[in-house]
């Protein structure tokens, strides 16, 4: 009799674990565009980051960046308005941290990428003829 009982719960035991576990995984979801569209620009400032000053598309693609995770504009040389790859590493493991934290929220493309609030003072006052062009 015990046999039988254990052969009839057993079953029922492994589906509901296992719609538990499907579960889970489903609650994830990650828009695979964004993925890919915040990858390529972060990986367009990893390409880019030695060599000239940053130029337009560099410092586009930062504000791009900006509006969904920091940037660190106040640490760049101010002089010659240099991104550092020390200050790209850093910045690099924020976001990385950021996409991870947030990667499961279905986050959308912005159909535009405005100077952000916290950052404007920085345009303002090292880059003020900067024309963002998205």
């Known amino acids: 009799m015990k046999k039988i009982i254990?052969?009839?719960?057993?079953?029922?035991?492994?589906?509901?674990?296992l719609s538990k576990?499907?579960?889970l995984s489903t609650r994830c979801r990650e828009n695979k565009k964004f993925k890919k569209t915040f990858f390529d620009k972060i990986d367009y400032i990893g390409a880019n980051i030695y060599g000239r000053s940053p130029d337009?598309?560099?410092?586009?693609?930062?504000?791009?960046?900006?509006?969904?995770?920091?940037?660190s504009f106040y640490k760049m040389r101010h002089y010659v308005i240099s991104y550092t790859p020390d200050v790209f590493q850093n910045d690099k493991k924020v976001w990385l941290r950021w996409y991870e934290e947030n990667k499961c929220k279905n986050i959308k493309l912005k159909n535009s990428h405005p100077i952000p609030y916290q950052y404007k003072s920085f345009f303002d006052d090292f880059l003020p003829n900067f024309q963002y062009s998205p």
């Open 6 to 17: 254990i052969a009839m719960i057993f079953p029922f035991i492994v589906s509901c674990s």
């Open 21 to 23: 576990m499907s579960g």
């Open 56 to 71: 337009s598309t560099f410092i586009s693609t930062l504000i791009f960046i900006s509006n969904y995770a920091p940037v």
